[in-house]
């Protein structure tokens, strides 16, 4: 698999049955699968259920399992969720109807050092954690996908909720349809480097203990989203577009090389709903936005609607056309193109990640700010 096709989603790693293959990060951060050919035996299996080298036989598969797709503006009617969420907090109700079967959820949680991994919700107050979007690829694991399939066999109800090269990872592993599986999926410009992450925080926050992290806090309003930490020593809140890690991301350095050339942006998807910002539809509807997050949902099976269909008194919405959420959300099919001065970045993050995040992550409108500013000093 070429270095820039590989998403990281670990369905080869958790199905070599030959302890074959682990996990190594490369310079940039991002975890790669390496074959022990001493242990290989080569019966072909990691390619079988690799997702993006089986793409495309699958688009029949992919076309029937969406069944229904339908679109919607939505938001929680639960106003402390959905402080808590990064959007409108679709994932907890959805969560909660499979806790409420006896089920388990799966999802993403910070550890004790703010790297992303995945983690089971048994009860509603485990759900917490996993809300809120992190922004830096969860670690790669070889027994996730393993534990889900266990559960399923069992008949126990499964949410698994991921990146959509997550889902389709966990679905190629499967190989078997289950009826008590659920699946969500996000819209992603692309997934950013935990190293990246980690130096951000050693540079910046490196003499503190970090208590807690919110990429979108919505005090100033969701739209406008701020960046949040709270340390041992101070809290510390700025608007997410000013942030320099998460410019590092809207620059696209820090993100993953398959998200340039990702395949699974599409509107036909193995998941059961695809979840994002509800961008752009949202001026169209001020009826239901307060500014303390909404989301755009894609109810793409069946399964999906009628598991929607129970939540009517969890959740505000408003049908729309997926065109409509396509136009305010390019990212749902589209790819992000990679900006210039990636190599120079990495380069410079390695050995000053202060001047790396300080000079080159500067936003774009300070840039600007500052030209205007050297063009006046010239006049004056
Ligand atoms: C890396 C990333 C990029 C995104 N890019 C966009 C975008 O360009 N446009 C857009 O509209 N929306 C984007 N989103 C999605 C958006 O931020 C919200 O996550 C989504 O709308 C769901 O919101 P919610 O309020 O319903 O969920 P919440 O209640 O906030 O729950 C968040 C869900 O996301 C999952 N999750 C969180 N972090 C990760 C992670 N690192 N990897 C896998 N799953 C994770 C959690 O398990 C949980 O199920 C992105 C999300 C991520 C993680
Ligand atoms: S070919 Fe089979 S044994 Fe070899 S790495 Fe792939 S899954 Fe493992
Ligand atoms: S299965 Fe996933 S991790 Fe393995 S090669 Fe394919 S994309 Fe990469
Ligand atoms: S763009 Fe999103 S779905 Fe595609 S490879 Fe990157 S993280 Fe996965």
Redesign the pocket.
Known sequence: MAHDRCTGCAACFSACAHRAISMKYDNEGFEYPYIDTSRCVDCGLCQIVCPVIQYSNKNELRNDFCDIQRGYAARNVNIQQRE?????????PIAEWIIDKGGVVI???FDDSFN?KHQVARTKDDIVS?????????KADNTTFKFIRDELRTGKYVLY???AC?VEGLKSFLRTDYDNLYT?D???????SPMVWQKYLRTFFGNEHILHVNF?EKSIGWDSFCFYIRTDKREYKERGMKNLYLQSMFKSWNMRPSCFRCPFKKRQRFSDFT???C?GVYKKIPEINDNK?L??VIVHSKKGYNLWQELANKIDFVEVDMDEIRAG?P?LVLNKQPIGNRELFYKILNEHPYKAFQKLCIPQENNIQSIIKKIKRLFV
């Open positions: 808590i969420s990064s959007s409108g907090s679709i994932f907890p999802g993403t949680a992303a996993l809300q809120g979007s992190k922004y830096l690829q969860c909720s991921g990146m997550q969500i996000l819209v992603c410009m692309g997934i950013p979108k979840l994002a910002d961008w997050g989301s755009s959300n990212y």
